[in-house]
């Protein structure tokens, strides 16, 4: 049975997950990053959006530069952003190393032990990363899950 061009050429539609970049500037000009998953086929138990994660203030200052680079590599510029804020669609794989970052940052005072948990989460395989994602946000006490992240990440080696 032989199979004509055109149907060879037809891929199915991926199931992904769907997530978004909020991002918005705070009173005395702070940045706002924050990843929604939105409802899709993928993910039937989201009804509604909902924030996967996010960062403002110091942590996020501290931390820019690294953000704002994955978030360029994902191709979303936050520097043309519209004075209400913006919103824009993110891959999957850039969504959870991005949302894991940001969840792990949050709570963090020291830099350098700050600068150890980014570069581990950068360096991280996407599995892995999804499963700490997974265990922070699906957990009874997500803290304790990223508080066992970072535990791992900076102790010396």
């Known amino acids: ?15 992904e997950p769907v997530y978004e970049v909020r991002a918005r500037r705070l009173p005395a000009n702070e940045l706002q990053v924050e990843i929604w998953q939105l409802p899709s086929p993928a993910s039937p138990h989201v009804l509604v959006p909902q924030r996967v994660a996010g960062l403002a203030g110091r942590n996020l200052e501290i931390n820019q530069v690294r ?3 994955k978030l360029k590599d994902a191709g979303i ?10 919103r824009a669609p993110i891959r999957e794989d850039a969504a959870l190393r991005l949302a894991l970052l940001l969840r792990v940052l949050a709570p963090m005072r020291s830099r350098a032990a700050m600068v150890a948990v980014a570069e581990g989460v950068e360096a991280m395989a ?3 990363a999804a499963y700490w994602l997974g ?3 699906h957990r ?18």
């Open 126 to 128: 996407r599995q892995e």
């Open 77 to 86: 510029r936050l520097e043309v952003m519209p004075i209400d804020g913006m």
């Open 135 to 137: 265990m922070a946000v």
């Open 1 to 15: 049975m032989a199979i004509n061009g055109k149907a060879a050429r037809m891929t199915l539609p991926t199931i």
């Open 67 to 69: 953000i704002l680079k």
């Open 140 to 157: 009874k006490n997500p803290r304790r899950v990223l508080t066992a992240l970072r535990i791992l990440l900076t102790a010396p080696r």
